[in-house]
């Protein structure tokens, strides 16, 4: 399964754009392609499962 966690290009503690990094902001990116959301779901379905469980947790 293809999930990544990406970051933007940071400047000190802002992103190029001016903004906080995502990561700061508390969002987590899950990167799914259409062939894993198709052919793959058993795998992942728990992994935003899992992702909202992190949130519930930190609420």
């Known amino acids: 399964m293809a999930r990544r966690i990406t970051t933007a290009r940071r400047i000190g503690t802002k992103t190029s754009c001016g903004m906080?990094?995502?990561?700061a902001l508390s969002y987590e990116t899950l990167r799914f392609d259409y062939a894993q959301i198709v052919h793959d779901w058993k795998t992942v379905q728990p992994a935003i499962l899992a992702a909202l469980g992190r949130v519930r947790a930190r609420i």
């Open 20 to 23: 906080p990094p995502a990561s």
